[in-house]
């Protein structure tokens, strides 16, 4: 019985796919303000709209394209 609900949860869960976060415009300019310290990381991350990790994982991304 114990078996069957572990079967029947993972045989309903689904994966939702998360769109990804583009390097746009916006995140340039938050970027250069960032850089040139008129902005906090914080505040930097509020206005894009992204989390720590996926803020510093397009950092490192538009950095390594530069």
Do not use: C, P
Request: hydrophobic share 40%; aromatic share 14%.
């Amino acid at each position: 019985m114990h078996l069957f609900l572990v079967l029947l949860y993972i045989g309903t869960y689904q994966l939702k796919r998360v769109k990804k976060i583009e390097i746009n415009e916006t995140f340039q300019s938050v970027y250069r303000d960032w850089k040139q310290k008129r902005i906090s990381v914080v505040e930097a991350m509020k206005k894009i709209g992204m989390k720590s990790n996926t803020f510093y994982r397009r950092v490192k991304e538009y950095e390594s394209n530069l």
